[in-house]
T-cell receptor, first 117, second 110 residues
Framework: DAGVTQSPTHLIKTRGQQVTLRCSPK?????VSWYQQALGQGPQFIFQ???????QRGNFPDRFSGHQFPNYSSELNVNALLLGDSALYLC????????????????FGDGTRLSIL | ELKVEQNPLFLSMQEGKNYTIYCNYS?????LYWYRQDPGKSLESLFV?????AVKQEGRLMASLDTKARLSTLHITAAVHDLSATYFC??????????FGTGTSLTVIP
């Protein structure tokens, strides 16, 4: 049973460029959340997708956008990259189903390490 | 915005000793999670605490939740080297958004 998978594992970009990160949720999960984890910090919530819509958003600028596909996989897009966007980007999945919220823990992927030069 | 604070941030302890990591959060929540992260790796779920007074134990780790005090503790008993990692607590609001603490970096010394 595959867990949460993310690609690529590492990425190097320069300031001003755009990047797309990808995530496939754990089998049976329908909700995907994205987090940014700077070095030495805890993960910071970016946004969450459920039923192909952004359900909740953290305190991140509009340069951060996302998408969820009918197969529940998701993409995170970041435009006009800044040096401060260098971080580990984590995708987490969970199951919501017909209920509004879940008490289950989120399952995390191994992350994408993004470095901005 | 819900804030989560952990202390200590860094913990160095000898094998065989006991210690407690504390997690305080700023607003009402009845869902608290503990995660472990090894260097360069992702987060692994340890405990889910869903009600006041909840206590969960797994091996040398025991987690508890006091929702009235907005406090959770992670107690380590007779530490071993394999427990060296960074431990995060996370609180979830009704929107399923997870707020993480800054983490406690634990090093167990032989």
């Amino acid at each position: 049973d595959a867990g949460v998978t993310q690609s690529p594992t590492h990425l190097i970009k320069t300031r001003g460029q755009q990047v797309t990160l990808r995530c496939s949720p754990k089998s049976g999960h329908d909700t995907v959340s994205w987090y940014q984890q700077a070095l030495g910090q805890g993960p910071q919530f970016i946004f969450q997708y459920y039923e192909e819509e952004e359900r909740q958003r953290g305190n991140f600028p509009d340069r951060f956008s996302g998408h969820q596909f009918p197969n529940y996989s998701s993409e995170l897009n970041v435009n006009a990259l800044l040096l401060g966007d260098s971080a580990l980007y984590l995708c987490a999945s969970s199951y919501t189903g017909q209920g509004r919220y879940s008490n289950q823990p989120q399952h995390f992927g191994d992350g994408t390490r993004l470095s901005i030069l | 915005e819900l804030k989560v604070e952990q202390n200590p941030l860094f913990l160095s302890m000898q094998e065989g000793k006991n210690y407690t990591i504390y997690c305080n959060y700023s607003t009402t929540s009845d869902r608290l999670y503990w995660y472990r992260q090894d260097p360069g790796k992702s987060l692994e779920s340890l405990f889910v605490l869903l009600s006041n007074g909840a206590v969960k134990q797994e091996g040398r780790l025991m987690a508890s939740l006091d929702t009235k005090a907005r406090l959770s503790t992670l107690h380590i008993t007779a530490a071993v080297h394999d427990l060296s990692a960074t431990y995060f607590c996370a609180v979830s609001n009704t929107g399923n958004q997870f707020y993480f603490g800054t983490g406690t970096s634990l090093t167990v010394i032989p």
